[in-house]
């Protein structure tokens, strides 16, 4: 129901919103296409990312950290 403005949307939008805590609570990674203009974009297009990210994981008993890196492509 992602893009619809009708009530029915609405109400669903608001009953997974209020659950979001209890979906994710226990992921380890979340991948989300925060990017894309629209929910029909998706998540691959073209896009100028950065050779080099560090990603802080954290758990109540662990701290760590990985490094993505990509090519020139």
């Known amino acids: 129901m992602q893009g619809r403005l009708d009530k029915a949307a609405q109400i669903d939008f608001q ?3 209020a ?11 979340t991948v989300a ?4 203009l629209h ?3 998706g998540i691959f297009h073209e896009r100028k990312l950065p050779r080099y ?6 758990s109540e008993s ?7 890196c ?4």
């Open 70 to 73: 990509s090519d020139e492509n």
């Open 19 to 29: 659950i979001m805590g209890d979906i994710y609570s226990n992921s380890f990674i």
């Open 15 to 17: 009953q997974h919103v």
């Open 33 to 36: 296409a925060a990017a894309a």
């Open 53 to 58: 990210c560090r990603i802080l994981l954290t």
């Open 62 to 68: 662990h701290k760590d950290f990985m490094d993505l």
């Open 39 to 41: 929910a029909d974009n």
